[in-house]
């Protein structure tokens, strides 16, 4: 029996396959283990347990390194592959299952919390059409997720998380969401943005009026 189906063949919710791959298999879990055993939902699975790691406070350049992998899995989306591939390298990308199991564990209840919430609905935003803007509004915020700027990893990784949501649970609604965040990302970032210019201005001219 697949890890992440239940003896029928049915898939197991996102949060229970989790907890299956965490206590089978060796001391170590590899990415395309996760892969393999997620099949068809690994786009989304895999993008979502990115997005959460994501969404853990790092210090500044960390996401640089977790994010990376998204920009892959963004490009593919992008570009319409009905499935999941990484580099050989990157698959091979492991963890300890221990510590795989810790960080599931204390995410557990807002993942539950979240599959409660998600259900298939407005299938056409999780379509073809659907995934392909998707993949790239992903792959935007996945350039944004890998500057080294503290604290700006936290919007880009909820909005791909309600994306990865949508896509694993075929639910337009949690796209929707994904859709609202990414323009507040957008809108955050450009704010940002003109504040660096106008404080290099500022700055230009108290320059020049002092010398």
Do not use: K
């Not at 189906?5 to 949060?15: C, I, Q």
């Not at 639910?171 to 859709?179: P, Q, S, T």
């Amino acid at each position: 029996m697949a890890l992440t189906t239940t003896s029928t063949g049915r898939p197991l919710r996102f949060s229970d396959a989790l907890e299956r791959l965490g206590s089978h298999g060796g001391e170590r879990m590899c990415l395309g283990e996760i892969i393999e055993a997620f099949g068809e939902r690994a786009f989304g699975a895999v993008m979502l347990l990115f997005a959460i790691v994501n969404m853990l406070p790092w210090p500044p350049g960390g996401t640089t390194l977790t994010g990376a992998p998204l920009l892959f899995l963004s490009a593919e989306l992008a570009w319409g592959r009905e499935t999941l591939w990484l580099p050989h390298w990157l698959g091979r990308a492991s963890v300890s299952r221990a510590t795989f199991r810790t960080l599931s564990g204390r995410l557990m209840r807002l993942i539950r919390f979240s599959e409660g919430l998600t259900r298939p609905r407005l299938y056409f935003l999780t379509g073809r059409l659907g995934q392909g803007l998707i993949g790239l509004a992903c792959l935007i915020l996945s350039a944004i997720l890998v500057l080294p700027v503290f604290g700006g990893n936290l919007l880009p990784a909820i909005a791909m998380g309600f994306f990865s949501l949508g896509i694993m649970q075929r639910d337009g609604v949690a796209v929707l969401l994904g859709w609202v965040v990414t323009g507040v990302t957008v809108a955050v970032l450009v704010f940002a943005w003109r504040l660096v210019v106008a404080g290099f201005q500022m700055g230009g001219d108290w320059f020049a009026r002092v010398f």
